[in-house]
């Protein structure tokens, strides 16, 4: 008996290994709707394992990006070996096939950081002149959303010179994600308009005033944070990357959550590690998420105004205990709340003051030499450099199979 399912046991390896050399790797596109226990059901695969994660990584299968790319290898005999499906900006699923079963890991996706310059005399639009020559869509978006409240676009002319310090992912030669303009300058006509993003994140001229004029609503009338947003971060007691993303707020069960702006709501009912969420989405490609309700208050397609209660405080889906879960996120892809959201009313002040005429003048001083050096663009110098996980194959051999 022992005997046979021995040779059962060794037989199956070999098949798998056979089966791995015909095994195909597949860029697939996720299915719109569809959860990651659909997923897995789908492939037979029981959704005892999402049960086995702890609650951030639960939350985060709920972050699966609908419509998104994924990667996924499977035999010959359709049994599905690996996928790695993105989650946020950062981090992805990694759920992959081994002897005892199926596995769930969160690991990094592989990218390489850096800060670049751009730095071009504007020949039609500075935001088509930036698509054409940095072939940066998402950076000729922000450039135009940091510039619109101090910069008058029609009055731009033909030969007016810009220049942008941002940090800016890199995956396989090419951009991902949203570039993070450090500063930001436009000469119109000799005329120079500054940008200086500080350390809250928000963007000020040079005199210290804030550049977005419409923030969005405080989601409870008292702040309190508990737990702040993280793109991702390795956690040095359990040794695994982490993400949160979205911002959460302690509060009593049924206090009430407000809209953050006026809105239609697009989602409301039940998802995942989230348990009941709303979700509104604004104008200007914003859309905010409300999670862990003990009720929400709103349906499907519902038009809300800012300050509208839309649901109640809970500790729904993945929670230990009543707080919102409160995400914000801009054309699909989740940023930080405390950017957009205004928690206080006061402006630069004081300490904060000081820390921002420090940070202006070394920036000041960065860009304006780039400026007048009028080089073009290039790599000015390496933030990070992000470890490249394995690829399937080694993975595959590196466990022997
Ligand atoms: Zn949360």
């Known amino acids: 008996m022992v005997r046979i399912s021995f040779w059962r046991y060794f037989i199956l390896l070999i098949l798998l290994t056979l089966s791995l050399f015909a095994a195909k790797v597949d860029h697939k596109k996720w299915k719109k709707g569809q959860d990651f226990e659909g997923y897995l059901e789908k492939h037979g695969i029981s959704t005892a394992i999402v049960d086995a994660l702890d609650k951030d990584d639960a939350q985060l299968l709920s972050e699966i990006d609908q419509n998104g790319r994924f990667y996924e290898m499977v035999a010959s005999n359709g049994v599905l070996l690996q996928a790695l499906i993105p989650t946020g900006e950062e981090l992805?699923?990694?759920?992959f096939r081994s002897p005892e079963g199926y596995k769930l890991?969160?690991?990094p996706i592989a990218y390489k950081k850096d800060t670049y310059i751009t730095q071009l005399a504007v020949e039609s639009t500075p935001y088509s002149d930036i698509v054409k020559y940095v072939k940066n869509r998402l950076l000729a978006n922000e450039?135009?959303?940091v510039l619109k409240n101090s910069v008058n676009f029609r009055g731009i002319h033909k030969g007016d010179r810009l220049a942008i310090v941002y940090d800016q992912k890199m995956r396989l030669g090419l951009p991902i994600g949203t570039p993070d303009i450090k500063v930001a300058l436009m000469d119109t006509k000799g005329k120079r308009n500054y940008v200086f993003k500080h350390s809250d994140q928000k963007y000020y001229d040079e005199n210290g005033q804030e550049l977005i004029k419409k923030y969005l609503g405080k989601p409870l009338r008292n702040i309190r944070i508990t737990s702040p947003f993280t793109q991702s971060r390795?956690?040095?007691v359990l040794k695994r990357w982490k993400a949160h993303l979205g911002t959460d707020f302690g509060a009593r069960r049924g206090t009430p959550i407000m809209a953050a702006a006026d809105g239609k709501v697009v989602f409301s009912g039940w998802k995942g590690g989230y348990g009941n969420v709303v979700e509104i989405?604004?104008?200007d490609g914003y859309k905010t998420l409300y999670a862990h309700q003990s009720r929400c208050k709103v349906r499907i397609g519902q038009w809300v105004k800012r300050g509208e209660v839309i649901g109640y405080v809970g500790s729904s889906g993945r929670s230990t205990g009543p707080h919102l879960h409160f995400g914000l996120?801009?054309?699909?892809?989740?940023?930080?709340?405390?950017?957009?959201v205004k928690f206080s009313s006061k402006g630069l002040g004081g300490k904060g003051k000081a820390a921002f005429l420090r940070r202006k003048e070394k920036y000041t001083k960065i860009i304006d030499k780039i400026f007048d050096e009028n080089r073009p663009s290039y790599v000015w110098n390496t933030v990070e450099?992000?470890?490249v996980p394995p690829t399937m194959r080694e993975f595959y051999q590196k466990r022997g199979w």
């Open 92 to 95: 992805q699923v990694h759920l």
């Open 105 to 107: 890991e969160i690991i």
């Open 143 to 145: 450039f135009t959303k």
């Open 234 to 236: 390795f956690h040095p």
């Open 281 to 283: 989405q604004h104008e």
């Open 329 to 340: 996120y801009k054309n699909g892809r989740a940023i930080n709340p405390m950017q957009m």
């Open 385 to 387: 450099e992000r470890a």
